[in-house]
């Protein structure tokens, strides 16, 4: 992680802003005096959180602001930016290749702290700043003037401030807060345990009331077991005896719809019956002409049969007569004539009774001429003639005997024909008389049926009303814990195959139960409600005050880690400063003796910086000795019979600081060293010795050094100088290392 810019605007002098960068290991800033070169180490104090306006030379927030010259106006705030690089993610709370921190103030005094463009509290960036031993105690930080301040500074002050370069403020703090915490927790199991007494009575009170009600417990629990079983064997059946409901109605209506629709259709009876008598009588009528037609051929076959026997007798008479004459021409031209006439009829004729008469008419005309020619011819013969008539009346009398018969068949094929129809009509009308009433006893049975089904539907309806009012009953005695009733195991085929009698029981012994509790009366379950609430606060409050001592013990031992922590890493870091201490010295004295040692010192009171966000005076008890250690530096320089501190001049205490602070950096290395014209007192020699010693600094630090001293500038790789025109506002020049060079030299 290395420091790659610094931003200032508006802070004190630099009224435009002003960007460093810091892309060597050494960078140099370099002006006359007043220019505002200090400025910027105070900058850097002041974005790494630094809450003593005193040591920002400030009295007051608005101090810090530009406020003005006569070529630019005053501003209403300052600002400062640093930025890092955090490709290593060294700030391990940033997940960014950069890491930003920025502070603002405003003239009343306000300020705002940002992490990479998000508002975030000091103690925020504090806690970041710690983990990479950086802050605003000033270790890392030599201003003008303050070289010496750690060999001034009184033995609990000089601890604090190897703590701080050992990287240890961040374990302090969080000691701070784990004593924070802790008195927080006392606190809290002081009032727990005040509760509890106040409500220790009552509870006690609360219990001997309820060894008196505690049947009422037992009863609900039953009823509640009961009523888990019951709700849920009758929701089941509600359920599944409405879908059977509902299911036989729909399939009910649709039947009776459809047999009224067959019942619609059917031919009235009456009037299928009337044609049958329609049919009866046409039949009774047929009959009897056939009866006429047979008493008719019965007195035309007597009258043939007598006919035939005088036939008979007679033509026995006439045998030995001769034969007949001739016709004449004339008389055959005319029957002949006759004959054709009526053979044209024949023709025309479509009737076949009407054919049948004329060929009738033929015949008889041939006999009436036969007969008439011979009456004609043998108007004396008698016998003959006689003869002759007879067989001509028998020749009608056979073809109207004929004509008789085939009427006969007819009427009785007409006869046999309505005989079958009658029959027909009577199977259908007996077909459809019994499917009529057949679809009648079926419609009847079907309302039936479904007056039943409406009968059960406002039984189920009732038995539904009786559901919910058990439900609800059961809600105000029980509470709504009540409605997990659904969750009860019950299988539906128990439901089903169960007789009704059973749930009816169970209902029964609900009620029975129900009353018990309402003869206790309503105040045992008020009662039993005050104390599960009493009860349970008291368990609440045993397991608060558990939890609570849990945490004292827990905050106890991480008190003890980080005060182990603590101890352990800064005598094993006191070991490694008092190295370097006494490296660092011999280099700058050419020999002698160094050391740090741990003192108890004799003030009881000490400025300790426990919160990292703002110091505070504590007052340290005697027999807490961590507290009270602190740190006091031993010297001897090289042939002299010098000692202590106190004996130093001037030079020799600067020289011991560098020393010092030279060694606090090299065991916990911060991202970067200010040293603020901390060379200002060193004579040729010293300064070369002091630039040698930078440069083995800056393989572990970035190195800003504030100088007026040429050697010391020589080493840097980056020059800035700091200059302030009449407008009374610090600018930046930039010199790179060949010019540096030059500059120096």
Do not use: C
């Amino acid at each position: 992680m290395t420091l790659k810019k610094l931003e200032l605007s508006g802070f004190k002098s630099f009224g435009r802003k002003e960007t460093l960068f810091f892309d060597a290991p050494i960078v140099a800033i370099v002006g006359p005096n007043g220019s505002g070169k200090s400025n910027v180490a105070e900058a850097f104090k002041w974005v790494l959180g630094e809450q003593s306006l005193k040591s920002l030379r400030g009295k007051r927030g608005e101090d810090l602001i530009f406020n003005g010259s006569s070529a630019l106006g005053r501003l209403s705030r300052a600002s400062v930016i640093i930025t890092f690089d955090n490709a290593d993610r060294r700030f391990s709370s940033i997940d960014f290749d950069e890491a930003i921190i920025s502070r603002e103030v405003f003239r009343d005094g306000t300020n705002e702290y940002k992490i990479n463009g998000s508002v975030v509290r000091l103690r925020d960036i504090v806690e970041l700043l710690a983990n990479v031993s950086l802050g605003s105690s000033g270790h890392h930080i030599i201003s003008q003037g303050e070289a010496d301040r750690v060999l001034n500074a009184n033995q609990v002050e000089r601890r604090l401030m190897i703590e701080d370069a050992l990287g240890l403020k961040i374990y302090q703090w969080k000691l701070a807060e784990s004593e924070k915490k802790l008195a927080k927790t006392e606190d809290n199991i002081k009032q727990v345990e005040s509760i509890r007494r106040e409500i220790a009575p009552h509870l006690k009170f609360l219990k001997k009331q309820l060894e008196k009600i505690e049947k009422v417990r037992e009863y609900k629990n039953e009823l509640r077991l009961l009523y888990r079983d019951y709700l849920k064997r009758e929701e089941l059946y509600l359920e599944a005896a409405k879908e059977k409901l509902n299911r036989e109605l729909s399939v009910g209506r649709e039947s009776l719809a459809r047999i009224s629709r067959e019942l619609s259709v059917e031919e009235p009876v009456k009037e299928r019956q009337d044609n049958i008598i329609e049919a009866e009588n046409r039949l009774r009528e047929t009959e009897s002409r056939v009866r006429l037609l047979r008493s008719q051929k019965d007195e035309l076959a007597r009258a043939l049969g007598r006919i035939e026997g005088l036939l008979e007798i007679r033509e026995k008479e006439t045998k030995k007569l001769a034969p007949g004459v001739k016709i004449p021409l004339a008389d055959a031209e005319q029957w002949a004539n006759q004959i054709d006439n009526e053979l044209v009829k024949l023709e025309q004729a479509t009737d076949l009774a009407e054919i049948k008469k004329t060929i009738k008419d033929l015949r008889f005309s041939l006999k009436d001429f036969l007969v008439n020619y011979e009456k004609k011819a043998e108007a004396g013969r008698e016998p003959q003639a006689e003869i002759l008539g007879l067989q001509s009346e028998h020749e009608k009398m056979k073809i109207k005997l004929d004509e008789l018969d085939q009427e006969e068949t007819n009427l009785q094929t007409e006869i046999t024909q309505e005989q079958e129809l009658i029959a027909h009509r009577r199977q259908t009308i007996q077909n459809a008389e019994h499917n009529f009433y057949e679809l009648k006893a079926e419609k009847s049975k079907l309302e039936a049926h479904l007056e039943s089904l409406d009968s059960r539907r406002e039984t189920l309806a009732m038995e539904e009303n009786n559901f919910k009012r058990e439900l609800g009953e059961g809600n105000v005695l029980l509470g709504r814990e009540l409605l997990d009733y659904q969750d009860q195991p019950v299988d539906w085929s128990e439901v089903e195959n169960e007789d009704r009698n059973k749930q009816e029981e169970r209902r029964r012994k609900i009620e029975r139960i129900k009353i018990r509790l309402e003869d206790m009366g309503v105040e045992s379950t008020e009662v039993l409600r005050e104390h599960d609430e009493v009860a349970a606060r008291d368990e609440f409050l045993g397991h608060e005050l558990e939890d609570l001592a849990k945490s004292r013990e827990s905050l106890l031992a991480v008190m003890d880690d980080l005060r182990a922590k603590i101890d352990t890493e800064f005598t094993s870091g006191l070991t490694k400063i008092n190295q370097e201490f006494q490296r660092f010295f011999t280099v700058l004295f050419g020999g002698g003796v160094a050391s740090l040692e741990i003192v108890k010192p004799s003030k009881k009171t000490v400025s300790f910086d426990l919160s990292l966000v703002q110091k505070e005076e504590m007052t340290t008890e005697e027999n807490d000795e961590e507290k009270e250690v602190g740190i006091e530096v031993n010297v001897s320089l090289p042939r002299k019979k010098i000692r202590g501190l106190a004996m130093l001049s001037g030079g020799e205490r600067a020289l011991t600081s560098i020393a010092l602070l030279f060694a606090m950096s090299q065991v916990n290395p911060p991202p970067f060293l200010i040293l603020d014209e901390t060379d200002a007192a060193l004579d040729e020699a010293n300064s070369k010795k002091y630039s040698d010693m930078i440069e083995n600094l800056s393989k572990y630090s970035q190195l800003i050094l504030i100088t007026h001293n040429r050697e010391t500038m020589s080493r840097a790789s980056i020059l800035y100088g700091v200059t302030m025109g009449a407008d009374s506002v610090s600018r930046l020049i930039s010199i790179k290392l060949d010019e540096a060079a030059q500059y120096a030299k």
